[in-house]
């Protein structure tokens, strides 16, 4: 059976001389990997940036629960984060946030619908998106069902608890303005981090943190 099927990049494994496994974000199969034959060393692989929106073609099969996909194309340009070595360097690490915190075949009603629209917000902001990792955080601990209260953040976030709370009460756009060094910044991402490290049993370790400290310290 093929299904037509909107997919979230979120990482892919090379797979033989010509195939990939693309590990994706999708609204019928959640966190699912997909082999795609027949990919170049070079052509399409913008394709598989992370966090890229796209749409094909999914054959299952009975045989096998690494199912096939065909006929990619980009549902949207994304130019706005392309273009900006800031927001391309966020969605490395949303990406392998998503990638490294969702296990294979897990399914969270809405939490597509929600990473699209996150990621679409992300593209269509011009100005004051430096905090924009750190409510993506807290937004995907409540998608994830964990739904803390600034409280239950207070033993992992220690010092930065009132910023936390500013996190936790202002709409998107005031906390957007809440003023934080680059150094601050990351701290309270790394603690974040350990929260749902701790909720979900796993040592997350998201290399691209450190890409990120280094763009915005």
Excluded at 16 to 26: A, K, P, R
Excluded at 36 to 41: P, T
Excluded at 57 to 71: A, H, N, P
Excluded at 75 to 92: A, D, V
Aim: proline letters at 3%.
């Amino acid at each position: 059976m093929t299904k037509n099927t909107e997919l979230i990049v979120l990482h892919t494994t090379k797979f033989g001389e010509n195939s990939l496994v693309v590990h994706t974000l999708s609204r019928e199969y959640g966190r699912r990997s997909f082999l795609l034959r027949g990919v170049g060393k070079k052509s399409g692989m913008s394709l598989f940036l992370p966090l890229t929106l796209l749409e094909g073609d999914v054959t299952e099969s009975s045989k096998s629960t690494l199912f096939t996909i065909k006929g990619l194309v980009s549902r949207h340009p994304l130019m706005g984060i392309r273009n900006s070595i800031y927001k391309n360097t966020m969605t490395m690490f949303m990406a392998e946030v998503m990638f490294r915190v969702l296990k294979e075949g897990v399914y969270e009603q809405g939490l597509y619908e929600w990473c699209e629209k996150n990621i679409l917000l992300l593209d269509a902001i011009q100005t004051d998106f430096s905090n924009f990792h750190i409510r993506f955080l807290l937004e995907l601990a409540v998608q994830l069902g964990f739904r803390p209260e600034t409280s239950d953040l207070m033993p992992f976030v220690g010092d930065h608890y009132p910023v936390i709370q500013q996190f936790m009460s202002l709409p998107f756009a005031e906390s957007m303005l809440i003023p934080m060094n680059g150094s601050v910044r990351n701290e309270i991402a790394e603690e974040i981090l350990r929260y749902i490290e701790f909720h979900t049993d796993s040592a997350v370790n998201i290399n691209s943190l450190k890409v990120l400290r280094e763009l915005f310290a």
